[in-house]
């Protein structure tokens, strides 16, 4: 139980909590800019392929 209370008090364990924190907000950035990125992406490959098809159909 001291070995807690120590623990709670302790500089280090807040600058470690922190950290990770910070590590947890980029890596929600990271995962929500690539999942925007890659709808974006199929999006414009969708609308590609949709006008190559009709292109080559001569619609």
């Known amino acids: ?31 929500v800019t690539i999942t925007s990125v890659g709808k974006s992406a199929n999006a414009m490959w969708t609308n590609v392929s949709e006008k190559s098809v009709a292109a080559m159909d001569g619609t």
């Not at 209370?5 to 600058?15: I, K, Q």
């Open 1 to 31: 139980m001291n070995k807690f209370h120590g623990l709670l008090r302790s500089t280090r364990a807040a600058t470690a909590v922190e950290y990770g924190l910070i590590l947890a907000l980029i890596f929600l950035g990271a995962i």
